[in-house]
């Protein structure tokens, strides 16, 4: 997120690296697309570094 996204998401990802678990569960509540998308793109960047 922090890496590969714009503003508003790279900060989002600042605050979510931040949050303890309750509030890590509110900002994948309330942003739930942004965190699938970019856990996705995590995953596959893991696995063409062969890291996964």
Do not use: C
């Not at 922090?2 to 508003?8: D, E, I, M």
């Not at 569960?25 to 965190?35: H, L, M």
């Amino acid at each position: 997120m922090q890496k590969h996204g714009g503003s508003f998401v790279q900060a989002l990802g600042t605050a979510a690296e931040r949050a303890d678990d309750s509030n890590l569960s509110k900002i994948k509540e309330t942003w739930p697309e942004y965190w699938s998308e970019y856990e996705g793109l995590g995953e596959e960047l893991q696995v063409t570094r062969g890291e996964a």
